[in-house]
């Protein structure tokens, strides 16, 4: 992908999310609000460059990676985006909480690492709940490493 696929990319995704207000789920908003801030929040990644991607290009079963940023350098950050239900008490939802926050972990460094072997460039995993409100990186993964 150039820098100009990239920049044009990251305009039209900004533009979207900037414009898009139908949307009020829970998850969609954090999502919003994760973009907004990005600049902010991953300042190494700039450019928004995907949004419910493929993780198996042409099968939206085997998954959708929620966002992915790109560097000044081409390098990428793939970030998985959860909103958890952080009202709701008793044991059961305190197991769902931990399943959820497991859920989006192994879902970022496994999409990374596929986007890593996909694009042969390194990529940084981040998951983003409403629980933190801020990135939490999951390392970075390089296109021949294996899982």
């Known amino acids: 992908m150039d820098k100009h ?7 039209v995704l900004r ?13 969609y908003l954090i999502k919003q609000q994760f973009v907004q801030s990005s600049i902010i929040l991953l300042p190494e990644y700039p ?5 419910e991607w493929e993780v198996e290009t042409g099968q939206s ?26 009202k709701s008490t008793g044991h059961t939802y305190s197991t769902r909480r931990t399943a959820k926050r497991q859920a989006v972990k192994n879902q970022a460094v496994n999409y990374a690492a596929t986007y ?24 970075i993964y390089n296109p021949h490493s294996a899982l």
């Open 15 to 27: 533009s979207y999310f900037r414009d898009r207000n139908w949307d009020k789920n829970d998850e």
């Open 47 to 51: 450019y928004l460059i995907e949004d």
């Open 61 to 86: 079963d085997k998954g959708k990676g929620d966002l992915v940023f790109a560097s000044e350098y081409s390098c990428f950050a793939v970030v998985e985006i959860k909103y958890i239900d952080l």
């Open 5 to 11: 696929e990239i920049e044009y990319r990251n305009r």
């Open 116 to 139: 890593a072997r996909r694009y042969l460039q390194n990529v940084e995993a981040f998951t983003f709940t409403n629980e933190k409100n801020l990135p939490c990186s999951l390392g």
